[in-house]
């Protein structure tokens, strides 16, 4: 079975961005499902899943982040990040969560409108937490309307989850709980499409990863204002 899930999705890779791209992200999925020891590649239209709320129109199909993506910005995320909750916005399966427990964080939370992702996302954290018995998470099935950004998120994790419309307002949440607990708080935005909305609201570039022109990967935080 995942051997046909593997096939299937190099196929959907290379159909729509190339051999080249096709090859690498076969070999990044193959390594690292076996490394992470969970069940995350796929690519689905979203309009199969059972969703909760009215946002399906403003949401991309579900594919998880590569994972030299991942890595990539993880490995350059401030230390003092680890200290805090781990928020991923659209967290489809888990997968950015899983690799965010390899790489120290202790605390995580994810949310999803599908409810068969999030049903998934609980079977690959299980598994993640066996590997990490001090792991804390919890996983929401809802949309981003009940969506708030507590005091103890650290990091925000973004896999280009929907269009400009609620990424807007993703901003909005993430402005409002900085103003009202003032602290460090750092946006690993993958794919950033719509990364312009994060510059006009004051946010600064501290990382950027780009390989084949397709991955892409940032680490942004809010530029602190002059006293």
């Not at 190339?18 to 990044?28: A, N, P, S, V």
């Not at 979203?46 to 969703?51: K, N, T, V």
């Not at 805090?84 to 899983?98: E, M, P, Q, S, W």
């Not at 990424?167 to 690993?188: A, C, F, G, H, T």
Request: proline share 3%; with cysteine; net charge positive.
């Amino acid at each position: 079975m995942k051997l046909l899930q593997h096939i299937n999705y190099f196929l959907y890779i290379a159909s729509n961005w190339g051999i080249r791209i096709g090859f690498f992200t076969l070999k990044q999925e193959l390594k690292g499902e076996k490394k992470y020891g969970i069940n995350t590649t796929s690519a689905n239209d979203l309009a199969e899943f059972q969703i909760k709320g009215n946002q399906l129109s403003h949401a991309t199909e579900y594919m998880p982040v590569n994972y030299f993506t991942i890595e990539s910005v993880l490995e350059h995320l401030p230390e003092n990040a680890r200290q805090g909750t781990f928020l991923d916005i659209g967290c489809g399966k888990g997968r950015a969560l899983c690799v965010a427990a390899a790489y120290r964080f202790t605390k995580l939370y994810g949310i999803d409108f599908a409810k068969q992702l999030i049903q998934q996302a609980e079977q690959n954290l299980s598994l993640t937490k066996e590997r990490f018995p001090s792991l804390q998470y919890e996983l929401s099935w809802s949309d981003i309307s009940t969506l708030e950004i507590k005091k103890d998120i650290s990091t925000v994790f973004l896999f280009n989850p929907f269009d400009e419309v609620l990424m807007k307002n993703i901003i909005q949440k993430i402005n409002s709980s900085l103003q009202q607990y003032p602290r460090e708080l750092y946006v690993l935005y993958c794919s950033p499409r719509h990364e312009e909305l994060f510059f006009a609201d004051g946010y600064d570039v501290l990382y950027r990863i780009k390989k084949y022109n397709f991955l892409e990967g940032t680490i942004l935080s809010k530029k602190k204002s002059k006293s």
